[in-house]
């Protein structure tokens, strides 16, 4: 993934000596030994965000998946015969002599 965002942030001179140091001896830039540092301990838990939290939002996410943008129809297939369902309607409409762009109340003042 392309790092794009920069964070900064001032540290003691002991504590950046420590991180290049520690970079070094593992051969990284500071930037990736940093990205580790920040993503163990996001997941070993930090400041209340631990698995549990990580396991609990995963369950929310992806119970809001099944409802987002559902529609409770009795009918399994509705998504899949829009197209059909829509000009059905459209030409009973059109057979009871209304227009599709009427609204019941026009057509109702029309009669």
């Known amino acids: 993934m392309a790092k794009t965002e ?3 942030w001032r540290l003691s001179p002991h504590m950046k000596r420590a991180l290049e140091e520690a970079a070094r001896r593992q051969q990284l ?3 990736t030994l940093l990205e580790r540092i920040v993503a163990n301990s996001l997941r070993n838990g930090v400041d209340g965000w631990d698995e549990g939290e ?3 939002q995963q369950r929310l996410h992806n119970a ?3 409802t987002i ?3 409770k ?3 399994r297939d509705r998504s899949t015969r829009v197209r059909t369902l829509v000009r059905r ?3 009973r409409q059109l057979a009871r002599g209304g227009s599709h762009l009427e609204s019941g109340h026009e057509r109702a003042r029309a009669r």
């Open 29 to 31: 830039s500071v930037s």
């Open 64 to 66: 809001a998946r099944k």
């Open 69 to 71: 943008g559902a529609i």
């Open 89 to 91: 309607k459209l030409q």
């Open 54 to 56: 990580a396991a609990l």
């Open 6 to 8: 920069i964070y900064s």
């Open 73 to 75: 129809s009795g009918r």
